[in-house]
């Protein structure tokens, strides 16, 4: 069983401790907390250097260091406080810095509410147990065989086709009933090539309706999808050796997650409101009366510091962008800020979460709006941005990567 240190403030007197030890189990893993005495609370206290006032944040880092020092043998680690304490928060990502620099574990933060999203920790769970247990899988760099890949997300469902490490058929629809658009997807993958059903060595589903898709097409993979975002990213940027950071700004949340040759280490997910999201941008594009695909060029010819945009509410920020072209602003203008927008909620939200480590690879639907690739580039103070081919589909190449090898269909067809 996978054993995952919980190194956290408040978990206890919250209710969220059960939360966190259900969310292992779920996955296969048991909650582990490092035991130390109150000599060693004080002298690591001293040596973490960061002065805590709350003697539960003092205990906090005494468990950070225990792990590293090789006092608490653990698979992986859970760093966890309250989302509404700034101290707390101050900590949390110390702890999270000094884990991932003294130590080769993976690690997930998160910030909880006295009403935790039991997805968000559920999915964040299931991706740290799938970083340990599923090491020698994540670590594939090569795709083998003919694999589908079916990513099922909250706007749309992306299907890829490969065969021996070539993407040779897409599909993409916008995410209604979810089987529908999966085999309408699906057609559209089989279209561009001779095969069919039949042909297929394995299936890998992520996504929000991978349980479902993957238990009616009995696939063989049925993973979440920050690793395989994360796995997809690099193979597709051909950053598998070394370090990356991957950011996946989505239609309803947001994905940042650091890599370590091919291996997820860190990530983060959510978003606190939906105009750091996919969602702003469409909205922003239909008050302009442009298509979302002409919304990106729009920005990069526009100037976001000509329109006000005082709210990152999604509400009132359309009112705000609507009151700017009321008062004569352009659209390129407009869209310019849009982009701007979300961009800097991303990176004030989640990206100061995260220690990036360049090269940044963006994926998802919305790498392909080049005014919010480069309003994030600009947001980070100019670094590159990658955009690799295929950047819309990264879960479904995820997905049919990760299965290549697991597939037995045609062996079971033989037997």
Not at 11 to 33: D, N, P, V
Not at 88 to 106: D, G, H, K
Not at 341 to 359: F, G, H, K, M, T
Request: charged share 25%.
């Amino acid at each position: 069983m996978v054993k995952i240190a919980l190194v956290s403030c408040g978990t206890e007197y919250s209710g969220i401790q059960k939360e966190i030890e259900k969310a292992a189990l779920t996955f296969g893993a048991e909650i582990i907390l490092p035991e130390i005495d109150l000599d060693y609370i004080e002298e690591s206290y001293t040596k973490f250097g960061f002065s805590a006032q709350s003697s539960s944040l003092k205990l906090m880092i005494a468990r950070a260091m225990s792990i590293v020092e090789g006092r608490c043998k653990a698979d992986a680690v859970f760093v966890a406080s309250c989302f509404r304490c700034a101290e707390a928060a101050l900590v949390r990502n110390e702890v999270r810095r000094f884990l991932q620099e003294n130590s080769r574990i993976p690690v997930v933060t998160y910030s909880f509410t006295e009403k935790t999203k039991a997805d968000e920790l559920f999915i964040r769970m299931e991706a740290l147990v799938t970083t340990v247990a599923r090491r020698s899988i994540l670590a594939r760099e090569k795709q083998e065989g003919l694999t589908l890949g079916i990513d099922s997300g909250s706007t749309t469902t992306k299907v890829i086709l490969m065969e021996n490490n070539k993407v040779i058929g897409t599909g993409w629809n916008p995410t209604k009933d979810i089987m529908e658009s999966v085999y309408k997807g699906t057609e559209q993958a089989f279209a561009e090539t001779d095969y069919g059903w039949d042909d297929l060595d394995g299936i890998g589903t992520t996504g929000y309706g991978r349980i479902t898709i993957g238990k009616e097409l009995n696939a063989e993979l049925i993973q979440e999808e920050l690793s395989v975002n994360a796995k997809g990213a690099v193979y597709l940027a051909d950053k598998q050796r070394g370090e990356a950071t991957v950011l996946d700004i989505g239609g309803m949340d947001n994905k940042v997650i650091t890599v370590n040759n091919g291996i997820p280490d860190n990530f983060t997910m959510g978003g606190i409101c939906a105009g750091a999201s996919g969602r702003f941008l469409d909205m922003t594009s239909r008050r302009l009366d442009v298509d979302i695909t002409e919304l990106g060029p729009l920005a990069v010819s526009g100037d976001y510091r000509n329109a006000v945009l005082n709210s990152y509410c999604i509400v009132f920020g359309i009112q705000d962008l609507v009151t700017t072209l009321a008062a004569g602003g352009s659209k390129a203008d407009v869209a310019d800020a849009a982009c701007h927008s979300v961009a800097q909620q991303v990176y004030e939200q989640q990206l100061q979460e995260i220690d990036i480590r360049e090269p940044l690879i963006q994926v998802g639907g919305t790498s392909l709006i080049t005014g919010l690739v480069e309003a994030v580039s600009t947001t980070l103070g100019g670094i590159d941005v990658i955009v690799p081919d295929y950047s819309q589909h990264i879960g479904a190449v995820g997905a049919a990567l990760l299965v290549s090898g697991l597939g037995t269909r045609q062996e079971d067809k033989k037997a």
